[in-house]
T-cell receptor
Framework: QKEVEQDPGPLSVPEGAIVSLNCTYS??????FMWYRQYSRKGPELLMY??SSGNKEDGRFTAQVDKSSKYISLFIRDSQPSDSATYLC????????????WGLGTSLGVNP | NAGVTQTPKFQVLKTGQSMTLQCAQD?????MYWYRQDPGMGLRLIYY???????DKGEVPNGYNVSRLNKREFSLRLESAAPSQTSVYFC????????????FGSGTRLTVV
C-alpha cells in the first residue's frame, strides 16, 4: 500500500460546479500538506499549503486537513475551464530532509 | 525572477548515449531535487541534495548520477541511456522561506530510442 493514495480520475465537471479532490495517507507523522496544480506539459506549481489540521481558504480554493481520519481535501468553487489540470497532493513531516511524499494526481476537466 | 531553469527542454537519445540535464535556481534555496514523471507512476524522486555539498539517492536512482555544483546548480547525468529512461524529468528546489513547498522547473522531455 502506498503512503499516499489519490484517485487518478479523470474527473469531468461542468463549468460552475464545486469540485472536491481528496487524498488519504497512512503516516500519522505527516504535518505539512500541499496541493499542486500541473497543467499539461508544465511543471507542478504550489497551489495550497497547510500545516497540521484545519482549513485554509484562498479565493475559490479551500484546503482541508483531517488528521484524525488521515484525509485531506481540496475544494474548488465556481470551477472554470482554466482549472482543467492535474492536481497532486503532497505531504511531509519535519526533519524528512524536506522530501515530499506524493499522490499520483487527479486529472480534472471543467467543461464550458 | 526566473525561479528554476532546466535545460534542455527536449532531447532524443540513442540507447547507450550519455547526457547531462542541467538545473539552476535563483531563489537561494538550500535543497534541490530531481524527479521523473511517467504516466500512471506519478512523480518519483531520483536524487536529492538537502544542502550544498550533499547528495542522496531517492526512490529510483539506478542509471543516474548527480552533481551539486554549487548552491544554485544541480545536474543529472545519464551515463548510458536506456529506453526505460524515456520520461519527463523535473528539477525542483525548496528553502526555509517557502516552508516545505517546492518550486519546479518546466521539465525536460527525454526520449531514448
Amino acid at each position: 500500500q502506498k503512503e499516499v493514495e489519490q484517485d487518478p480520475g479523470p474527473l469531468s465537471v461542468p463549468e460552475g460546479a464545486i469540485v472536491s479532490l481528496n487524498c488519504t495517507y497512512s503516516n500519522s507523522a505527516f504535518q505539512y500538506f500541499m496541493w499542486y496544480r500541473q497543467y499539461s506539459r508544465k511543471g507542478p506549481e504550489l497551489l495550497m499549503y497547510t500545516y497540521s489540521s484545519g482549513n485554509k481558504e484562498d479565493g475559490r480554493f479551500t484546503a482541508q486537513v483531517d488528521k484524525s481520519s488521515k484525509y485531506i481535501s481540496l475544494f474548488i468553487r465556481d470551477s472554470q475551464p482554466s482549472d482543467s489540470a492535474t492536481y497532486l497532493c503532497a505531504m511531509t513531516n519535519a526533519g524528512n530532509n524536506r522530501k515530499l511524499i506524493w499522490g499520483l494526481g487527479t486529472s480534472l476537466g471543467v467543461n464550458p | 525572477n526566473a525561479g528554476v531553469t532546466q535545460t534542455p527542454k527536449f532531447q532524443v537519445l540513442k540507447t547507450g548515449q550519455s547526457m547531462t540535464l542541467q538545473c539552476a535556481q535563483d531563489m537561494n534555496h538550500n535543497s534541490m531535487y530531481w524527479y521523473r514523471q511517467d504516466p500512471g507512476m506519478g512523480l518519483r524522486l531520483i536524487y536529492y541534495s538537502a544542502s550544498e555539498g550533499t547528495t542522496d539517492k531517492g526512490e529510483v536512482p539506478n542509471g543516474y548520477n548527480v552533481s551539486r555544483l554549487n548552491k544554485r546548480e544541480f545536474s543529472l547525468r545519464l551515463e548510458s541511456a536506456a529506453p526505460s529512461q524515456t520520461s519527463v524529468y523535473f528539477c525542483a528546489s525548496s528553502g526555509q522561506e517557502g516552508g516545505y513547498g517546492y518550486t519546479f522547473g518546466s521539465g525536460t522531455r527525454l526520449t531514448v530510442v
